[in-house]
């Protein structure tokens, strides 16, 4: 049996970079930022037909229904508001995701935000509506990136 010792790994040449190198945490939490902040800007664009790039409120009268169907168990009277408060709130959140303000605070409010949506999802259409369209799975990347930003604010200190 023959004894075999690890080996170092090769130093790099001066300039050179290698992929362990590569802060992959930091730009994952930028990819997972961009691409939630991404999300939802693109639902707020759709409401109000940006996506056929004319703005059209029809579309967002069409948003106010499906809140009505996904919120079937309030008031109808509350129904709009919400549909605008919602819409107001993933329009900042999208923002701020992608800027990279507060970080920690706008994933949490993200995460919290999509919660809420996939379970009132689920309440209304059953569990399969909100797992289908990955809900709550984009809040936990959200609540990952909130321990992110926590984690790095702890190291500068």
Known sequence: MENTL??????????????????????????????????????????????????????FAGFIQYTGQVLAFLPSALIPSLAWAATAAEAGLGILLILGFWPRSISLAAAALLVMFGTAMA???????????????????????????????????
């Open 123 to 157: 309440i209304s259409f059953g569990i399969k509506s909100p797992l289908d369209y990955s809900v709550f799975s984009a809040s936990g990347a959200a609540v990952l990136l909130s321990l992110h930003a926590r984690r790095n604010a702890a190291n500068r200190l």
């Open 6 to 59: 690890p080996t170092a790994p090769a130093q790099a040449l001066p300039g050179e970079r290698r992929v362990s190198d590569f802060n992959w945490e930091r730009y994952a939490a930028l990819y997972s930022r961009t691409a939630l902040g991404a999300a939802f800007l693109s639902a707020v664009a759709s409401r109000f037909g940006l996506w056929d790039k004319s703005l059209d409120l029809r579309h």
